[in-house]
């Protein structure tokens, strides 16, 4: 190694000079070393557990892919599941239309035999003047007071 210690007024360069212009060729020499040592103990660090994530990665994506692939049959009898509930849901809404309309007959029917007996027989019919109305009913046609902003005066 050759000594490239900085004359006066140069600023250092690098690392090393750095560390020859503060502590001497020798010692700023062996202090390199072990600096660069290190960076390259870190850097190999770095690298073993960037290797390490990079298989990690590799394994979840390995699991997901055959995580998706399990899913498919489970997907497809769902698919199928909502399918069939559809068709029951739309027999029922259709059984449910046909038992209300075999009802309106039945419901046409109740409501003239209503409309029957509330008709006055005819025998009555002549006598009776308010029919449908319980006896001694007198209509009240006085109206009601009207109310007032301030209250009844």
């Known amino acids: 190694m050759t000594d490239v210690t900085p004359s006066s007024g140069e600023t250092p360069r690098s690392l090393r000079d750095s560390l020859i ?58 698919e199928k599941s909502y399918e069939a509930w559809m068709r029951d849901c739309q027999a029922r809404d259709g059984q449910m239309l046909r038992d209300q309309s075999s009802l309106t007959e039945l419901r046409n029917e109740a409501a003239a035999l209503i409309r029957e007996i509330n008709q006055p027989d005819a025998h009555f019919l002549n006598r009776v003047k308010n029919w449908g109305q319980p006896a001694g009913y007198v209509e009240d046609v006085t109206p009601p007071p009207m109310p007032t902003v301030n209250g009844p005066r």
């Open 21 to 78: 212009a503060q502590h001497g060729f020798a010692i700023g020499e062996a202090m390199y070393e072990i600096q660069l040592a290190a960076r390259r103990k870190a850097a190999d660090h770095v690298r073993d557990l960037q290797t390490q994530l990079s298989g990690i990665n590799a394994q979840i994506d390995a699991h997901m892919r055959e995580s998706e692939r399990a899913l498919i049959p489970f997907t497809k009898q769902m």
